[in-house]
T-cell receptor, first 113, second 110 residues
Framework: SAVISQKPSRDICQRGTSLTIQCQVDSQVTMMFWYRQQPGQSLTLIATANQGSEATYESGFVIDKFPISRPNLTFSTLTVSNMSPEDSSIYLC??????????FGQGTRLTVV | RKEVEQDPGPFNVPEGATVAFNCTYSNSASQSFFWYRQDCRKEPKLLMSVYSSGNEDGRFTAQLNRASQYISLLIRDSKLSDSATYLCVVNMLDDYKLSFGAGTTVTVRA
């Protein structure tokens, strides 16, 4: 299994600013992912964080808006850039050990005002 | 068509009752299946993996029907603590990305 620490757990930000969310895994993992979850809805994959190379983004998400870093096999960051109220959501970091189940961080509850 | 579809519920059941619900998936090449539990304002946590032969974990039973492309979850002897949203999660063999259903909400009342 893997334990994931994600921070911050919540933040209230001004529109036009950026927020960087950090995700630390207690062991080396194959895959790391970033999701967004709107209230009452399921998880939407933003991107796959690739170690040592550019992240792979899903349709509707772009690097300029959601830059992602993954410098090693245990750490990743997601930045939400030039925020607007529409970016208010819960952002979740996830990791997988191969083709096994996914583990999640505690989530970051973002409110943009 | 969504990759993974679930009955959103809510399923409101009394303590001790049995509740069951399904999830359908669109991609016949899907290979791994999971049920996750998500409590309000918390992250999803693995409840159980779903195996081809079906599997049981205490009061929880999961079944997979590949022919009809659905999986099911049955909860026996419901407890108040079973109140949560249950997410159906599907994975294709050659793709590490997981597809999530929208969740089925279960509320167990005293």
């Amino acid at each position: 299994s893997a334990v994931i620490s994600q921070k911050p757990s919540r933040d209230i930000c001004q529109r036009g600013t950026s927020l960087t969310i950090q995700c630390q895994v207690d062991s080396q993992v194959t895959m790391m992912f970033w999701y967004r979850q709107q209230p009452g809805q399921s998880l939407t994959l933003i991107a796959t964080a690739n170690q040592g190379s550019e992240a792979t983004y899903e349709s509707g998400f772009v690097i300029d808006k959601f830059p992602i870093s993954r410098p090693n096999l245990t750490f990743s960051t997601l930045t939400v850039s030039n925020m607007s109220p529409e970016d208010s959501s819960i952002y979740l970091c996830s990791a997988r050990l191969g083709n096994t189940e996914a583990f999640f961080g505690q989530g970051t509850r973002l409110t943009v005002v | 068509r969504k990759e993974v579809e679930q009955d959103p519920g809510p399923f409101n059941v009394p303590e001790g009752a049995t509740v069951a619900f399904n999830c359908t998936y669109s991609n016949s090449a899907s290979q791994s299946f999971f049920w996750y539990r998500q409590d309000c304002r918390k992250e999803p946590k693995l409840l159980m993996s779903v195996y081809s032969s079906g599997n049981e974990d205490g009061r929880f039973t999961a079944q997979l029907n590949r022919a009809s492309q659905y999986i099911s979850l049955l909860i026996r002897d419901s407890k108040l603590s079973d109140s949560a949203t249950y997410l159906c999660v599907v994975n294709m063999l050659d793709d590490y990305k997981l597809s999530f259903g929208a969740g089925t909400t279960v509320t167990v009342r005293a």
